[in-house]
């Protein structure tokens, strides 16, 4: 059973001193295994003080601790887009199932990267680009509240969706021509290469095979977006990293994370084979022995 941690569980880890010598076979007589995420090692590193503001040795310590999981190696997911391209491959070949994590060549770079960053090392591709996720996700919200506020009649219509009706819109919305058209336009901006045409024969195919979660976690996060910033007039800042990492997991048999507020959407965004676990520090004040708890 694989569980991806959210950004925060890898912090209480740290805090708490978890050996992941003793933690990892721990998890593993209970066939239980950690996952992190591509979402996750960019949201640590932005710890690191890029300007020189501030000391880097909190996010020197916390890489060191990181790098005696991925040094195991735990299995990192794919980014969310990469998860995409391995299900637009799929359908090439005619196959139903992906692998969603790095292969081993990747793995090892990721762990260089992990082990630089301990050692206060942070070349300028990673710099440049923590920069540009920042960017992207302010751009992303400020658009989305913009287009909100210029196209009434969706934000009218959205407005009729009651949060009772919200799981049976997402399910029928989904299905439909603006979703198709968004995963399209997804799909054309990853690979430039893609013509319209082709963008549009891949999100279709993509749209009508559930199993493949990541084309599906995409599409619900936009239909999801649309909906609550016609409801609130807003989005949080957070929620486009924070959904980041719940589609990150989407291949994961468990999404752990500490955010009750993220149960408020997590499960609109993935499928029923991913379970959102909240961590409850009150209960459980060793986050080991929660995880340990995680085996069915």
């Known amino acids: 059973m694989d569980i991806y941690l959210d950004t925060n569980l890898w912090n209480h880890l740290f805090k708490q001193a978890i050996d992941a010598e003793e933690l990892l076979p721990a998890l593993d007589t209970k066939a239980l295994r950690l996952v992190l995420g591509d979402e996750s090692i960019y949201e640590l590193l932005r710890t690191f003080p890029l300007c020189g503001q501030r000391s880097p040795q909190t996010a020197m310590d916390l890489f060191s601790y990181l790098k005696n999981f991925t040094a195991r190696p735990i299995p990192i997911a794919k980014t969310n ?7 637009m491959s799929a359908l090439v070949r005619n196959e139903k199932a992906i692998d969603p994590f790095v292969k081993q060549g990747d793995h090892d770079l990721i762990h260089a990267v992990i082990e630089g960053v301990a050692h206060g090392e942070v070349s300028d591709r990673e710099r440049n680009h923590i920069a540009w996720r920042v960017i992207q996700a302010a751009a992303n919200r400020a658009g989305q509240i913009q287009h ?4 009434v009649v969706t934000r009218t219509y959205l407005r009729t969706i009651s ?3 919200l799981p049976d819109w997402l399910n029928r919305e989904t299905k439909g021509q603006v979703a198709r058209d968004h995963l399209a336009w997804e799909i054309q901006q990853y690979f430039n290469e893609s013509t319209r045409e082709d963008a549009y ?4 195919a993509l749209q ?7 084309a599906r976690g995409i599409i619900r996060r936009t239909l999801y977006y649309n909906w609550r910033c016609a409801h609130r007039d807003s989005i949080p800042g957070d929620l486009y990293f924070d959904s980041n990492h719940v589609l990150n ?6 999404y752990a994370t500490e955010e009750a507020a993220q149960a408020e959407y997590a499960g609109h965004l993935l499928s029923a084979a991913t379970r959102v676990k909240i961590y409850d520090r009150a209960a459980f004040p060793s986050i080991a ?3 340990l708890s995680l085996a069915p």
Request: charged letters at 30%; proline letters at 3%; hydrophobic letters at 40%.
């Open 201 to 204: 024969e891949y999100a279709a």
């Open 163 to 165: 949060t009772e009706q």
């Open 148 to 151: 909100l506020k210029d196209e």
């Open 81 to 87: 887009m990469e998860l995409m391209a391995s299900e």
């Open 208 to 214: 009508v095979r559930p199993h493949f979660r990541a």
């Open 249 to 254: 997991s989407t291949y994961c048999d468990i």
């Open 289 to 291: 022995n929660w995880l």
